[in-house]
């Protein structure tokens, strides 16, 4: 057992840690040395966990909570701010409005959600935009068109018809372009996969000039330079609804589904892609789709830390 | 028990049956609820044996109404907090409400989080919640704010060493 002095050492450690670990610009150097700190004992393991009930409690309030809490003049100017662009993004159940402009539906607007985050918004043509988690969006609206530029993640969008400005939404893989619809777009580090809820949906390849029309119930994959066979909807949507559903999922997709809303890693062993999941669970509290796992399959998880979760087979 | 506490405690028994009276009913017209006053008042009494000294007999007045003041502010931001939580608990479908344990659990570390908040400096204060909240890089922090990274690393440090403090 270390004495008081070791121990408030350790807690300070700790703390500095967790403070370098909020930066959001950790470098793979500063993560290396903390997981090297963690490894090197118990009672740094037992430091770390005291101090993650704080993260955890932080974690539980309501990212809004910020504009309630003492007075904090900056960010209630930004809002100002904000307003008289006439622009309102608050995440929440009711819908923000972006409104429109003094001069006209120009928008040009940048929007982003955080791991687990997600955002709705309504644009100035009556279009409704839903930002899934870790997502980023440009919105550049003008006279000619309706432009959504995908940077990462993904959206939904029920669009709102205009005859004279066609909506698409663009990715470095291509473009999706509405006919007046509910459709998907999900960026995935090698292709674009567009499903379409509703109404039809144009795709165009970035390069070679590819390109289909995607009816009512169908998603297609597409890369810069090619579009894959369309397959019929699966649970691409269940995320509005604050669901992952799983219908006979591998438990390694499954993990990589579940890592996009959570922050941190999940590690796991290769032989979990030997398991099958089935459920609809709510995304809202990843720790507890987690612990369910343990219920109903032969599973071990170790939280190292919050962040970090190691999940093997027994 | 040591003697000064001794002390302090039966100072404290002098000081209530001396003042418990007009302290109560000046809670209750102050709140216009009779349960309310009453918890009040007798937290004035614990404040006051937690604080561990005794005011002088003419303070005692004007001492004792000064922590009831504070506690009813504390209260009205309580009840603030509890408001806009609510509020916010309203829009969200009922598919995402979280049980009502999770709801009071959420609203104890908001208030908790407000008074350690309002303890601190202003510019520690805006790099935590702008770090916590608005999910802003420290980079992104340091040149809103007009100071350099390693400044936003010492406030974010003392911001959560007074969370953890407070725990």
New interface residues.
């Given amino acids: 057992m270390s004495n008081g002095a070791e121990q408030a050492q350790l807690?300070q450690q700790a703390?500095?840690w967790?403070?370098?670990l909020?930066?959001?610009?950790v470098t793979p150097a500063e993560q290396a040395g903390f997981e090297a700190w963690l490894a090197t004992g118990q009672e740094q393991q037992q430091a770390w966990a005291e101090?993650q009930?704080?993260q955890q409690?932080?974690q539980?309030?309501?990212?809004?909570?910020?504009g309630?809490?003492?007075d904090?003049p900056?960010?209630e100017k930004r809002r100002q701010l904000l307003q008289l662009l006439g622009i309102t993004a608050i995440v929440?159940?009711?819908l923000p409005l972006v409104r429109h402009s003094d001069t006209w539906q120009d928008l040009s607007a940048d929007y982003s959600t955080?791991t687990g985050e997600q955002r709705r918004l309504l644009l100035p043509d009556g279009s409704q935009l839903t930002l899934n988690t870790s997502s980023a969006v440009d919105i550049d609206f003008n006279a000619q068109e309706r432009r959504l530029i995908l940077h990462r993640g993904e959206i939904h969008l029920a669009s709102a018809p205009d005859i004279a400005r066609p909506l698409k939404v663009e990715t470095v893989h291509g473009m999706a372009q509405a006919l007046g619809t509910r459709f998907n777009v999900r960026l995935k580090p090698d292709e674009t996969q567009v499903s379409v809820q509703d109404g039809t949906v144009h795709l165009q390849t970035l390069y070679a000039g590819n390109a289909v029309t995607l009816e009512s119930g169908w998603l297609a994959r597409f890369s810069a330079y090619d579009i894959q066979a369309a397959l019929p909807n699966g649970n691409e949507v269940a995320w509005l609804?604050?669901k992952l559903v799983a219908e006979r999922m591998q438990l390694d997709a499954f993990l990589d589904e579940l890592a996009r809303y959570r922050p941190g890693v999940i590690r796991y062993s290769n032989a979990v892609g030997k398991l099958i999941v089935s459920g609809v669970y709510?995304l809202?509290d990843t720790d507890r789709i987690l612990e369910s796992l343990l219920y109903a399959l032969p599973l071990r998880i170790d939280y190292f830390s919050r962040y970090w979760v190691s999940v093997r087979t027994l | 028990m040591p003697a000064k506490n001794i002390l302090i405690t039966s100072l404290t028994q002098q000081l209530y049956t001396l003042h418990h009276g007009w302290l109560n009913a000046w809670l209750r017209k102050k709140l216009g609820c009779h349960d309310t006053a009453a918890d009040l008042a007798q937290d004035t009494f614990v404040r006051l044996i937690v604080a561990g000294k005794a005011p002088s007999p003419e303070q005692s007045r004007a001492y004792l109404a000064q922590i009831a003041k504070g506690l009813v502010i504390d209260l009205y931001r309580r009840r603030?907090?509890e408001r806009?939580?609510q509020e916010?608990l309203f829009?969200?479908?009922e598919?995402?409400l979280p049980s009502p344990e999770?709801q009071a659990?959420?609203l104890q570390?908001?208030v908790q989080?407000?008074q350690i908040?309002?303890e601190l400096p202003r510019k520690v204060?805006?790099t935590f919640?702008?770090?916590?909240?608005?999910?802003?890089?420290?980079?992104?922090i340091a040149q809103?704010?007009g100071v350099s990274v390693a400044s936003v690393?010492v406030y974010?440090?003392k911001a959560?060493?007074a969370?953890?403090v407070q725990?």
């Fill in positions: 807690r703390l500095e967790q403070v370098m909020w930066s959001g610009e101090l009930s704080i409690a932080l539980e309030i309501p990212a809004q909570a910020a309630w809490l003492k904090k900056k960010a929440g159940g009711s955080h609804e604050g709510p809202a | 603030h907090l806009t939580y916010w829009q969200l479908p598919s995402q999770h659990i959420v570390s908001l989080l407000d908040l309002a204060r805006e919640l702008l770090s916590r909240f608005d999910g802003l890089t420290y980079s992104e809103k704010l690393r974010m440090l959560v060493q969370c953890m725990q």
